[in-house]
Each structure stands twice: as structure tokens, then as C-alpha cells.
């Protein structure tokens, strides 16, 4: 296969850990006999400091042409002037919408060697292996009006909750289909009790839910859904909700594994690339961590885990992508660790050096 991606480090530790997914691509394709052509982009902060906003035209049609795109950070204290007219998190939600990535896949899988690495007891997190997917391109972080109005005293600020039948049908269907292939239980998480678009959203996936008769479906509200998280996590297979309660749980689901730095996540939508697969963009769940920036210390197996879910999901490289995670697995047995999950007494690994270390056991 000759596959071009779009590399795309942004900020902080973005290209420190964007640079080992490449590393292990690379490694990837000459095992297998791929060809992976990568082309680079800026995106977020470096970009408004280069060009004068967030997400240039040129990087937006570099993501285009590209058959996946593998992205690190975005953000930072540099730019978090709250009357800024130009933020780093616009160049994100403006990527998601113009590639129309309306689904979000976030694995989280506590591993073996790192069962201790979590704050909750070994025997509440040791059979966790779940999926939050969450709606990308709706909800309160697109939704018109937008705006704030008025002059102090009387400031007031206003964010639309906007969802349609169309919205939400993509995103059920797309949760059912994920469980028909995992262990067929998929948990719709709302609001309903409350809001008047999580009524429709529950209406809705009831609807879906018997084009899938083997899967089983439960619904379960927002706040309910965070307490079980940390209480019986291993009960969860696909959760499915909203954008912005999405956020919230998967960042909450992050520290059952130890450490943002080992989550992953794909976010697919509509369009397809020239292989006929959904064209993707890949990155990590993590921030930009600039205080770390460029000091070998940041974990980068987030992002090799987005790369291989970049070849699962956009190249339909299923073993190529099962290799990846199993190296990672490999690596973290052997008892490899970067600073942000290194138990007591354990030695540190850099940044690149872990990044070899997964080529090696692929």
C-alpha cells in the first residue's frame, strides 16, 4: 500500500510525541512493504504565531488530500487570552467540522503491567477494556447563537444545545455497530431527565437499537454514568453520548489506565479517502504539556496507539494495527516507562527511546 499522512505536531509536546507515531509507521511499513508518505502541517498555536490564525487554508487542504491525518496538541497559557479572536481550540473545531468528523473513538484499556499505575484499587480496574464514543461536530460546542452580549455589570454569554435526527442517528448506529464486534453492550449515556435534545437523543437510540437485536442496550444518565465509571468501570463496553459529555467521561475514563498519556483516539466521519475508508484524523487525548515540551519526558504511546488506530480505521490495516498494540503491550511487560506512569523505584524512559523500543518489538 503507498498511503500519504498528514503530520501535523501543533503544540507543546505535540511534535516530541507526533514524531514516535511516525517513527513507528515508518517501522510498520517496512515490515509489511507499505509506503507511508508523510507531509507536515501547522495547526493550533505555531500557526497562529506563523500565520495569523488557527487553522491555515493551506493545512486544511493538505488534510484533505491526505488518506489520514495524525495530529499531536493544540493549545497552551501562550494563547489563552479569553478575548483572543483567534485560539488554538478553534483550529480543532473548525478541522472536525470541515472534514465532517462527527465521530469520536476513544479506547480505554487498562494493561496488565500497569494495573497499579491507576489511583483505584487493582481488582475494581483490571477487566476494563471499553470504547466512549462521542458525537464531534454538535451539541453546545457548535450550536447558534453563540455569543456574549452586554457591558459589566450586565455581561450575560450564551451557548446553544442543538442536535438533530440526523446527528444522532449516524452516531447510535455507528456505537451498535462498534459492540456488534466487541462484547455487544452498548450503553447510551444523556440527560434526559433534564434536557429536551437527551429525550431525543434516548427516543432516538431506542429506534436504532432494534436494527441490532443481538446487542444489548442500556441508558443511563450523565451524572449516574461518571460514578460508575470509577465504581464498576469494567461493566462498560461502547458508551455513546454527546459531545460535550464525551469530553468530560473520556478525560474521567483516562486515569482508570494510569495516565492520559496511554489513551488514544480516532475521529471518523462521512467522507472517505481514495481507499474507500473514512478519512481520519488520529491524536491523543492529552494536552499540550508545554512545561515538558522538548525534554524527552512525555509519554508518547497515546499517539502510537492513534497511529494504530489510524491504520485500523483509515488504511484497513487490521493486523499491521493489532501489531502495533501488541508491541506497546510488549513494551509496557517488559517494564518500560516514561515519567507519568513509572512506579516507585522504576527507571524512566525517554520519549524516543520508547518509541524505538515499540519498533523493536513489532
Known amino acids: 500500500m503507498q498511503a500519504t499522512i498528514a503530520r501535523v505536531g501543533g503544540d507543546g509536546i505535540g511534535p516530541d510525541v507526533v514524531a514516535e507515531g511516525v517513527k513507528v509507521l515508518k517501522a510498520v511499513g517496512r ?45 497552551g497559557p501562550k494563547w489563552s487570552d479569553p478575548r483572543a479572536k483567534q485560539r488554538p481550540e ?18 480505554v484499556k487498562v494493561y496488565a ?68 464486534n466487541r462484547r455487544k453492550k452498548l450503553t447510551s449515556v444523556d440527560k434526559a431527565n433534564v434536557l429536551e435534545t437527551s429525550r431525543l437523543w434516548r427516543e432516538i437510540t ?17 451524572d449516574a454514568c461518571s460514578m460508575h465509571l470509577i465504581r464498576r468501570p469494567g461493566d462498560f463496553d461502547v458508551i455513546a453520548t454527546e459531545n460535550m459529555f464525551g469530553d468530560i467521561l473520556s478525560d474521567e475514563a483516562s486515569m482508570l489506565a494510569g495516565s492520559m498519556g496511554m489513551l488514544p483516539s480516532a475521529s471518523i466521519g462521512a467522507n472517505l479517502n481514495r481507499f474507500g ?28 496507539l492513534s497511529s494504530a488506530l489510524l491504520l485500523r480505521y483509515s488504511l484497513g490495516l487490521e493486523p499491521e494495527a493489532a501489531r502495533v498494540e501488541a508491541a506497546v503491550e510488549k513494551v509496557l511487560q517488559a517494564g518500560y516507562r516514561t515519567k507519568d506512569i513509572v512506579g516507585p523505584g522504576g527507571a524512566i524512559t525517554s520519549t524516543s527511546d520508547m518509541g524505538d523500543l515499540v519498533c523493536t518489538h513489532l
Open 31 to 75: 515490515l509489511f512493504g507499505h509506503q507511508f508518505e508523510f507531509r507536515e502541517g501547522l495547526l493550533g498555536g505555531i500557526a497562529i504565531d506563523q500565520t495569523g490564525v488557527a487553522l491555515p487554508p493551506e493545512t486544511l487542504a493538505l488534510t484533505r488530500r491526505c488518506d489520514a491525518v495524525l495530529l499531536g496538541a493544540v493549545g
Open 90 to 107: 478553534m483550529a480543532l473545531l473548525g478541522v472536525r467540522r470541515e472534514l465532517a468528523l462527527y465521530a469520536n473513538i476513544r479506547p
Open 113 to 180: 503491567a500497569l494495573i497499579n499505575a491507576s489511583t483505584l484499587k487493582p481488582e475494581v480496574v483490571k477487566d476494563v477494556d471499553l470504547i466512549i464514543l462521542r458525537e464531534l461536530t454538535g451539541g453546545l460546542y457548535f450550536g447558534e447563537p453563540k455569543e456574549r452580549r452586554g457591558e459589566p455589570p450586565n455581561r450575560e454569554a450564551v451557548d446553544t444545545l442543538y442536535y438533530s435526527e440526523a446527528e444522532i442517528t449516524r452516531l447510535v448506529r455507528l456505537g451498535f455497530e462498534l459492540a456488534q
Open 206 to 222: 431506542h429506534e436504532v437499537a432494534r436494527d441490532f437485536p443481538d446487542v444489548t442496550m442500556e441508558d443511563i444518565l450523565v
Open 277 to 304: 475508508r473514512p478519512l481520519g484524523l488520529y491524536e491523543p487525548i492529552h494536552g499540550t504539556a508545554p512545561d515538558i515540551a522538548g525534554l524527552g519526558i512525555a509519554n508518547p504511546l497515546a499517539t502510537i
